[in-house]
Protein backbone atom coordinates (compact mmCIF):
# COMPACT_ATOMS: atom_id res chain seq x y z
CA UNK A 1 0.00 0.00 0.00
CA UNK A 2 1.13 3.76 -0.21
CA UNK A 3 1.63 5.81 2.09
CA UNK A 4 2.33 9.60 2.23
CA UNK A 5 5.08 11.65 5.10
CA UNK A 6 5.42 15.24 5.11
CA UNK A 7 8.32 15.60 7.86
CA UNK A 8 7.12 19.03 8.81
CA UNK A 9 4.06 19.51 10.81
CA UNK A 10 4.58 23.61 10.68
CA UNK A 11 6.58 26.08 9.07
CA UNK A 12 6.76 29.87 9.60
CA UNK A 13 8.32 31.94 6.85
CA UNK A 14 8.13 35.99 5.75
CA UNK A 15 6.27 37.37 3.36
CA UNK A 16 8.34 37.18 0.22
CA UNK A 17 10.41 34.63 1.56
CA UNK A 18 10.85 31.61 -0.76
CA UNK A 19 8.67 28.29 0.35
CA UNK A 20 9.33 24.63 0.37
CA UNK A 21 7.36 22.13 1.67
CA UNK A 22 8.47 18.56 1.55
CA UNK A 23 6.59 15.18 0.82
CA UNK A 24 7.68 11.88 0.43
CA UNK A 25 5.78 8.75 -0.71
CA UNK A 26 6.11 5.11 -0.48
CA UNK A 27 4.74 3.22 -3.68
CA UNK A 28 6.03 0.64 -5.71
CA UNK A 29 5.04 1.97 -9.56
CA UNK A 30 5.17 5.81 -10.64
CA UNK A 31 2.48 6.93 -8.67
CA UNK A 32 -0.11 10.08 -9.25
CA UNK A 33 0.78 12.84 -6.75
CA UNK A 34 -1.00 16.17 -5.45
CA UNK A 35 -0.75 18.90 -3.00
CA UNK A 36 -4.34 20.54 -1.72
CA UNK A 37 -4.07 23.79 0.33
CA UNK A 38 -6.81 24.03 3.37
CA UNK A 39 -7.52 27.27 4.15
CA UNK A 40 -9.18 27.39 7.98
CA UNK A 41 -12.68 26.62 7.72
CA UNK A 42 -12.44 25.51 4.61
CA UNK A 43 -11.87 22.61 2.22
CA UNK A 44 -9.26 21.23 0.96
CA UNK A 45 -8.59 22.97 -3.31
CA UNK A 46 -6.00 21.10 -5.75
CA UNK A 47 -2.93 23.20 -6.10
CA UNK A 48 -1.44 20.34 -8.86
CA UNK A 49 -0.98 17.10 -9.53
CA UNK A 50 1.78 14.96 -10.97
CA UNK A 51 0.77 12.25 -13.33
CA UNK A 52 3.63 11.39 -15.96
CA UNK A 53 5.82 13.99 -18.32
CA UNK A 54 7.46 17.03 -17.27
CA UNK A 55 8.39 16.93 -13.29
CA UNK A 56 8.38 19.81 -12.56
CA UNK A 57 4.86 20.81 -12.67
CA UNK A 58 3.02 24.21 -12.17
CA UNK A 59 0.09 25.24 -10.13
CA UNK A 60 -2.40 27.46 -9.02
CA UNK A 61 -1.17 30.65 -6.97
CA UNK A 62 1.94 30.58 -7.87
CA UNK A 63 3.13 27.34 -6.94
CA UNK A 64 5.02 24.38 -8.19
CA UNK A 65 5.96 20.94 -7.24
CA UNK A 66 9.10 18.93 -8.73
CA UNK A 67 8.96 15.02 -8.58
CA UNK A 68 11.87 13.19 -8.17
CA UNK A 69 11.43 9.79 -8.73
CA UNK A 70 15.29 8.39 -6.92
CA UNK A 71 14.24 10.37 -3.92
CA UNK A 72 10.60 9.35 -3.46
CA UNK A 73 9.76 13.05 -3.48
CA UNK A 74 6.85 15.84 -4.47
CA UNK A 75 8.39 19.25 -2.75
CA UNK A 76 6.38 21.54 -2.86
CA UNK A 77 7.58 25.43 -4.06
CA UNK A 78 6.97 29.22 -4.03
CA UNK A 79 9.13 31.75 -5.06
CA UNK A 80 7.43 34.40 -2.69
CA UNK A 81 5.22 33.53 -0.28
CA UNK A 82 1.88 36.14 0.32
CA UNK A 83 0.08 36.53 3.58
CA UNK A 84 -3.05 34.68 1.92
CA UNK A 85 -0.71 31.71 1.95
CA UNK A 86 -0.92 30.51 5.65
CA UNK A 87 -2.89 27.96 5.24
CA UNK A 88 -2.68 23.89 5.81
CA UNK A 89 -0.97 21.64 3.09
CA UNK A 90 -1.33 18.06 2.09
CA UNK A 91 0.31 16.44 0.09
CA UNK A 92 -1.96 13.07 -1.13
CA UNK A 93 -0.30 9.75 -3.75
CA UNK A 94 -3.14 7.58 -5.53
CA UNK A 95 -1.78 4.41 -7.02
CA UNK A 96 -2.66 3.47 -10.84
CA UNK A 97 -4.92 0.89 -10.66
CA UNK A 98 -6.52 1.59 -7.51
CA UNK A 99 -10.52 2.39 -7.00
CA UNK A 100 -9.72 5.95 -6.65
CA UNK A 101 -8.20 6.08 -3.33
CA UNK A 102 -6.01 8.83 -2.41
CA UNK A 103 -3.38 8.96 0.55
CA UNK A 104 -2.92 12.06 2.02
CA UNK A 105 -0.50 13.08 4.51
CA UNK A 106 -0.97 14.46 7.82
CA UNK A 107 0.05 18.24 6.47
CA UNK A 108 2.41 21.00 7.02
CA UNK A 109 0.61 23.79 8.87
CA UNK A 110 2.39 27.12 7.33
CA UNK A 111 2.63 30.49 9.19
CA UNK A 112 3.36 33.89 7.08
CA UNK A 113 4.61 36.40 8.99
CA UNK A 114 4.32 40.08 8.12
CA UNK B 1 -23.45 29.15 -6.05
CA UNK B 2 -21.49 27.10 -3.48
CA UNK B 3 -20.35 24.14 -5.51
CA UNK B 4 -19.98 21.38 -2.53
CA UNK B 5 -22.32 22.22 0.24
CA UNK B 6 -22.64 20.28 3.49
CA UNK B 7 -24.75 20.80 6.33
CA UNK B 8 -24.72 21.57 9.49
CA UNK B 9 -21.42 23.19 9.72
CA UNK B 10 -20.79 22.32 13.36
CA UNK B 11 -22.71 19.37 15.00
CA UNK B 12 -22.72 18.95 18.56
CA UNK B 13 -24.07 15.67 20.49
CA UNK B 14 -24.34 13.35 23.25
CA UNK B 15 -23.07 9.83 23.65
CA UNK B 16 -25.64 7.06 21.72
CA UNK B 17 -27.29 9.96 19.71
CA UNK B 18 -28.36 9.42 15.56
CA UNK B 19 -27.63 11.86 13.31
CA UNK B 20 -26.97 12.87 9.74
CA UNK B 21 -24.89 15.15 7.67
CA UNK B 22 -25.90 16.11 4.31
CA UNK B 23 -24.16 17.03 1.29
CA UNK B 24 -25.24 18.46 -1.78
CA UNK B 25 -22.91 19.49 -5.17
CA UNK B 26 -24.18 21.79 -7.60
CA UNK B 27 -21.22 20.70 -10.28
CA UNK B 28 -23.12 18.04 -12.36
CA UNK B 29 -20.39 15.32 -11.17
CA UNK B 30 -21.22 11.75 -11.15
CA UNK B 31 -19.01 10.69 -8.21
CA UNK B 32 -19.62 11.69 -4.64
CA UNK B 33 -17.24 10.97 -1.40
CA UNK B 34 -16.89 11.57 2.59
CA UNK B 35 -13.58 11.78 4.04
CA UNK B 36 -13.12 11.94 7.92
CA UNK B 37 -10.55 14.30 9.04
CA UNK B 38 -9.30 13.37 12.41
CA UNK B 39 -7.56 15.07 14.99
CA UNK B 40 -4.37 15.09 13.61
CA UNK B 41 -5.46 16.36 10.47
CA UNK B 42 -5.70 12.90 9.11
CA UNK B 43 -7.62 12.51 5.87
CA UNK B 44 -9.02 8.86 5.10
CA UNK B 45 -12.08 8.22 2.70
CA UNK B 46 -15.09 6.33 4.12
CA UNK B 47 -17.91 6.14 0.92
CA UNK B 48 -17.48 6.61 -2.67
CA UNK B 49 -20.63 6.42 -5.13
CA UNK B 50 -20.53 6.80 -8.81
CA UNK B 51 -24.22 7.44 -9.97
CA UNK B 52 -25.62 6.66 -7.08
CA UNK B 53 -23.81 2.93 -6.77
CA UNK B 54 -21.64 2.75 -4.01
CA UNK B 55 -17.79 1.84 -5.79
CA UNK B 56 -16.11 2.32 -2.29
CA UNK B 57 -16.61 1.30 1.11
CA UNK B 58 -13.46 1.48 3.61
CA UNK B 59 -13.43 0.19 6.88
CA UNK B 60 -15.80 2.02 8.49
CA UNK B 61 -18.43 1.01 11.36
CA UNK B 62 -21.61 -0.42 9.97
CA UNK B 63 -22.99 2.37 12.32
CA UNK B 64 -22.19 4.65 9.64
CA UNK B 65 -24.44 4.33 6.43
CA UNK B 66 -23.78 6.40 3.32
CA UNK B 67 -27.52 7.47 1.16
CA UNK B 68 -27.51 8.85 -2.06
CA UNK B 69 -30.90 9.72 -3.12
CA UNK B 70 -29.67 10.80 -6.43
CA UNK B 71 -26.13 11.70 -8.28
CA UNK B 72 -26.26 15.09 -6.98
CA UNK B 73 -26.19 14.22 -3.17
CA UNK B 74 -24.76 12.14 -0.76
CA UNK B 75 -25.67 11.84 2.84
CA UNK B 76 -23.65 10.21 5.78
CA UNK B 77 -25.99 8.66 8.45
CA UNK B 78 -24.72 7.86 11.96
CA UNK B 79 -25.99 5.52 14.94
CA UNK B 80 -25.34 4.74 18.11
CA UNK B 81 -22.75 7.65 18.08
CA UNK B 82 -19.21 7.47 19.96
CA UNK B 83 -17.06 10.06 21.42
CA UNK B 84 -14.01 8.22 18.64
CA UNK B 85 -16.91 9.46 15.66
CA UNK B 86 -15.43 13.34 17.09
CA UNK B 87 -14.04 14.64 13.30
CA UNK B 88 -14.20 16.56 10.53
CA UNK B 89 -16.13 15.26 8.26
CA UNK B 90 -15.57 16.12 4.26
CA UNK B 91 -17.96 15.37 1.25
CA UNK B 92 -16.20 15.53 -2.29
CA UNK B 93 -17.20 15.43 -5.89
CA UNK B 94 -15.60 14.75 -8.83
CA UNK B 95 -16.58 14.19 -12.60
CA UNK B 96 -15.19 10.85 -13.22
CA UNK B 97 -13.33 8.32 -10.76
CA UNK B 98 -10.31 8.49 -12.10
CA UNK B 99 -7.30 10.08 -10.79
CA UNK B 100 -7.76 12.74 -13.82
CA UNK B 101 -10.85 13.85 -12.20
CA UNK B 102 -9.74 16.64 -9.34
CA UNK B 103 -11.94 16.12 -6.28
CA UNK B 104 -13.52 19.41 -5.03
CA UNK B 105 -14.27 19.34 -1.03
CA UNK B 106 -16.96 20.87 1.19
CA UNK B 107 -16.11 22.83 3.66
CA UNK B 108 -16.76 20.32 6.15
CA UNK B 109 -18.75 19.36 8.87
CA UNK B 110 -17.48 19.30 12.83
CA UNK B 111 -18.47 16.86 15.01
CA UNK B 112 -18.34 16.78 18.35
CA UNK B 113 -19.35 14.28 20.61
CA UNK B 114 -19.66 14.38 24.32
Known amino acids: AQSVTQPDIHITVSEGASLELRCNYSYGATPYLFWYVQSPGQGLQLLLK??????LVQGIKGFEAEFKRSQSSFNLRKPSVHWSDAAEYFCAVGAKGSARQLTFGSGTQLTVLP | DTAVSQTPKYLVTQMGNDKSIKCEQN?????MYWYKQDSKKFLKIMFS???????INETVPNRFSPKSPDKAHLNLHINSLELGDSAVYFCASSQGTGFDSPLHFGNGTRLTVT
Open chain 2, 49 to 55: YNNKELI
Open chain 1, 50 to 55: YFSGDT
Open chain 2, 27 to 31: LGHDT
